[in-house]
């Protein structure tokens, strides 16, 4: 979560990044690159022509190995299609706005097509009690900023997956809390 525009007329907003990260496009071309190898292996295995430059499939037998190659290479083939369509519908990608002169938070985030693709939450900046920081380490360590709502529970504000840093998690926290005239609570 970035602070993309503060000005002086009282709007905050905050862009969320959602599937669209470095790691994400690595594994995509990686599970794609690697299932293409596994299914020209297996095609090469049958046919007996090589259709890889760097290894020579045609001594393997099509039967049981031929088959399990071309097998997990449409199953890489699927996967690597579902992680780059994630990454070109943004799953997950948004922004967080605040804006004290309509008196209104608004949560926007991107879902998978369809119906129900736009999530988009209102709520009046009166009902924010606190913006809570929750910390936890450990071999899964969980940094998130939330926004405690008035007979609403918490609202995540910080992206999912990898953890941000402890500093920024406090800059964010304090900028939000200040930005509204609520307490920080959790630190």
């Known amino acids: ?108 985030r991107w879902g998978y097509p369809g119906k129900n693709r736009k999530v988009e939450l209102t709520y009046p900046i009166g009902d924010i009690q606190s913006v809570r920081v929750t910390l936890k380490e450990g071999i899964n360590p969980k940094r998130a900023l939330y926004l405690n709502l008035r007979d609403r529970g918490d609202i995540p504000l910080t992206r999912v997956g990898q953890p941000v840093s402890l500093a920024e998690l406090e800059n964010q926290g304090a900028e939000l809390a200040r930005f509204m005239n609520v307490p920080l609570e959790g630190l």
């Open 1 to 108: 979560m970035t602070a993309q525009v503060k000005s002086e007329t009282g709007v905050l907003k905050l862009k969320v990044l959602g599937s669209r990260r470095l790691s994400n496009y690595f594994w995509a071309v990686v599970v794609l690159v690697g299932g293409l190898g596994f299914l020209l292996a297996s095609v090469s295995s049958y046919t007996k022509i090589n259709f890889l430059p760097f290894s020579n499939p045609t001594q393997l037998l099509f039967i049981p190995q031929g088959i399990a190659m071309g097998f997990y290479g449409i199953a890489a083939l699927i996967l690597g299609s579902f992680l780059m369509a994630l990454l070109l519908w943004d799953v997950g990608g948004g922004y967080n706005e605040f804006n004290r002169e309509t008196d209104q938070i608004t949560i926007f």
